[in-house]
């Protein structure tokens, strides 16, 4: 299912779309088949590339919009508030369907009902100065996926990641009610103190977490958290699907 309505289609650039300290919104877009002619031999090309420079904060808003069979989907670096809504699905993207650095920049960032099918990894989030992070009501699915890299995160669902020594104390971070099946990592998160991750603030919202270990040779982790004092995991669901 493509979805209904015109879409603005990118396919056979570099870069669909990059953006330099501007806010933008992306709406019924379809990002396929980008390609790098750049390199020898070419490699896939990025959706949506964004790099913010000033001291402002810009914005990116990004719905309705397919991204498949590219090297990246949405790579944000610098001062963006980024929200990433009910979009029709990221598929086989071979790097990162979502990757965001902020740097040191007191940032949101709001993931939601979001599908990913067969993505290296769905989201990857980092930076020092993380503000307000939500990821709620996304799925991920892993099932017949082919594992190409042997990087530390390769095949998973979510990293959230913030330097040991200059963490922010009150970065606010919920991941719940998720859904994911078939990835070697989970949720992974690092040195995000307080993290709460199965609950909303006024309802229990649990992740569910299927997984087959006999699919995978690297070891396995369902929900692994590194460093993150006070974190809040309650009400998960973490279930072998096959011996």
Avoid at 181 to 204: E, F, M, Q
Wanted: hydrophobic fraction near 35%.
């Amino acid at each position: 299912d493509s979805g209904s309505g015109i879409r603005i289609e990118f396919a056979d650039v570099n870069i669909g779309i990059m953006a330099v300290s501007s806010s933008f919104s992306v709406d019924h877009g379809h990002f396929h088949d980008l390609v790098n002619y750049n390199l020898i031999p070419a490699q896939k090309g990025i959706g949506i590339s964004a790099v913010g420079l000033l001291s402002t904060p810009n914005s990116i808003l990004v719905e309705g919009t397919l991204f498949e069979r590219i090297h990246s989907g949405i790579e944000v670096r610098g001062n963006y508030n980024t929200s990433v809504l009910g979009n029709y699905y990221f598929r086989e993207i071979e790097n990162c369907a979502i990757s965001i650095n902020n740097g040191n920049y007191l940032n949101d960032i709001l993931i939601v009902n979001n599908p990913f099918r067969r993505n290296n990894i769905g989201i990857n989030i980092s930076g020092s100065n993380l503000n307000l992070v939500s990821i709620l009501d996304n799925e991920f699915v892993n099932t017949d996926f082919i594992e190409t890299s042997t990087s530390s995160f390769h095949n998973t669902a979510m990293t959230i990641q913030m330097p040991v020594t200059t963490a922010r104390l009150n970065t606010e971070v919920n991941i719940s009610n998720n859904t994911i099946t078939d990835y070697r990592i989970g949720i992974h998160a690092s040195n995000v103190p307080n993290i709460s991750i199965g609950s909303k603030p006024t309802l229990v919202a649990p992740n569910q977490i299927f997984f087959g270990q006999d699919v995978f040779n690297d070891f396995h982790h369902g929900i692994w958290l590194e460093g993150c004092n006070g974190a809040k995991v309650q009400d998960n669901e973490i279930t072998q699907i096959n011996p």
